[in-house]
């Protein structure tokens, strides 16, 4: 095997063993030029080298990982989750509720909340959602708020919902006024901030696997304090949560989990 092969295939453990993101099931001619061409951007001449300073400069890491990950956000991502929310969960969830209050963390450029309110408005009428959508990236956010999107974004997107909540302008479509009026856009870093109450849903999808083990543990406890008492927290599809009793949480169906007293 070449050097070069060697230092790829390392970093590549590496990384896996730190982040919990493993490389070599992304396509990999695709991953290492894009990769390399990061490294070669800040001036290391191995993976070996870059991996060090990964591992000491979080920016650094975040811009890593920015680059991994396809930082990108659709309507009803993972289509079947949604069904299950709408079918199964919601209407369990809402049982005596007059209203819903939902949290979209790490919302990126909303797609995720102008999704949920979608889903809440078939339950209750928009007045009676209140949804907060936060994320760290002020940039992602201001997007959010303008809710333009391309078809792309759209394309799980029910025929029928597509039509009750967008208008097309040119190539563009733009979300509903009234839909957008529900949500409220913050700014908030998962990792540091405080963290709101009292919700009954709270969605938190294709972040967690950016953060180590126990900064993950810090947050799933904190949503679990930020949930209602029979409140329910759903994550991404690579998301699952391992040993959710441990954080105060019982599985209601796979990537959803509910608060409970144990
Ligand atoms: C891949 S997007 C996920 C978007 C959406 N939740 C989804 O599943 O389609 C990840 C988002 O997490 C945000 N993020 C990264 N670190 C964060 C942090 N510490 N606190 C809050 N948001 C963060 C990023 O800015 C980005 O918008």
Same mark, same amino acid.
């Given at each position: 095997m070449s050097n070069e092969v060697e230092d790829y295939q390392q970093f590549v453990k590496k990384i896996y063993s730190k982040?919990?993101?493993?490389?070599?099931?992304?396509?990999?001619v695709q991953m290492k030029r894009r990769l390399t061409s990061l490294r070669n951007k800040r001036e290391y001449a191995s993976f070996a080298l870059y991996y060090n300073a990964l591992i000491k400069d979080q920016e650094l890491l975040r811009e890593f990982l920015d680059k991994v990950t396809i930082n990108v956000s659709e309507f009803y991502r993972n289509g079947s989750r949604w069904k299950i929310l709408q079918e199964k969960i919601i209407p369990n969830l809402i049982a005596n509720k007059k209203k819903i209050k939902i949290w979209s963390a790490?919302?990126? &450029?909303?797609e995720e909340p102008y999704t949920l309110a979608m889903v809440a408005n078939q339950f209750f009428d928009l007045n009676q959602i209140e949804i907060i959508a936060t994320d760290i990236d002020s940039n992602v956010l201001a997007r959010a708020k303008q809710g333009l999107y391309n078809e792309r974004a759209l394309q799980e997107v029910p025929a029928d919902i597509k039509k009750k909540y967008f208008t097309q302008e040119g190539t563009s479509f733009k979300v509903d006024e009234k839909l957008k009026e529900c949500i409220k856009f913050k700014k908030h870093n998962l990792l540091a901030d405080t963290y709101p109450k009292d919700f009954d849903l709270i969605v938190c999808r294709n972040?967690?696997?950016?953060? &180590?083990e126990d900064a993950k543990s810090k947050i799933y406890h904190n949503f679990n304090q930020a949930l209602v008492s029979d409140g329910v927290f759903f994550v991404g599809s690579t998301e699952q949560i391992f040993n959710p009793e441990k954080y105060g949480f019982k599985v209601l169906d796979t990537f959803f989990y509910q608060k409970s007293n144990f």
């Open positions: 982040t919990g993101i493993d490389l070599s099931l992304y396509k990999e790490a919302c990126s &450029t909303g972040v967690l696997i950016y953060f &180590t």
